[in-house]
């Protein structure tokens, strides 16, 4: 059964660092999603990709996020200067036709910002 | 706004016995609702969903859901439980503002069931 891929499984970086997170999602899906789950608290999501654009993003993704699509295989995304709090596991998704219903889930970067 | 609330973080049954998982949700626009399962180091799986077609959902492993309008929930349930069952269920809502059957999903905060020998 085809797979979303995510790596690292996990990745520990200092505070003010950069990190990128790194999905290669279901090879004839179009439609891409990062959500991410802080300990103990709920899967949140952060942002929809469609069409080498954001379709959707929630308050969370601010100015310090950002995604990319850098070739036809990997969905990328980047924090640009880690805080405490983004400590979190770090979920991609894929669709093939952007229905809520028809999404796989990859199995998750858990991100460590010491 | 679409919300999900799961009652109780952690369930625990004895093996053979039946599963009951509690959602209840808040949604604006009809609900789309969907059952996730994680299993330990894995992504989250689908285990059912309610577009909106009949109330009564079947999905894998045994598991069914149905939907109570008029409760406004969406419970998980399994006549008998397996060992295999031990995971974390979280229950989901389509949300964002797209028309027709796209969004985002809303998840609850999760239920983490153990079935003892």
């Known amino acids: 059964e085809p797979e979303v891929t995510q790596t690292p499984s996990h990745q520990v970086t200092q505070m003010g660092q950069e990190v990128i997170l790194r999905c290669v999602p279901i090879?004839?899906?179009?439609?891409f999603y990062w959500y991410r789950q802080i300990l103990g608290q709920k899967v949140e999501f952060l942002v929809s990709f469609y069409n080498n654009e954001i379709s959707e993003k929630s308050e969370i993704f601010d100015d310090q996020f950002s995604v990319e699509r850098p070739d036809g295989s990997n969905f990328t995304l980047k924090i640009r200067s880690t805080k405490l709090e983004d400590s979190a596991m770090y979920f991609c998704a894929s669709s093939e036709m952007g229905q809520v219903y028809g999404y796989t889930f990859g199995s998750g970067t858990r991100l460590t910002v010491v | 706004a679409q919300s999900v609330t799961q009652l109780g973080s952690h369930v625990s049954v004895s093996e053979g016995a039946l599963v009951l998982l509690r959602c209840n949700y808040s949604s604006s626009v009809p609900p789309y609702l969907f059952w996730y399962v994680q299993y330990p180091n894995q992504g989250l799986q689908l285990l059912l969903k309610y577009t909106s077609a009949a109330t009564l959902v079947k999905g894998i492993n045994g598991f069914e859901a149905e939907f109570k309008k008029s409760e406004t929930s969406f419970h998980l349930t399994k006549p008998s439980a397996h060992m295999s069952d031990a995971a974390e269920y979280f229950c989901a809502v389509r949300g964002g503002n797209y028309g027709g059957s796209q969004g985002n999903l809303i998840f609850g905060k999760g239920t983490k069931l153990s079935v003892k020998p």
């Open positions: 090879s004839n899906h179009l439609y």
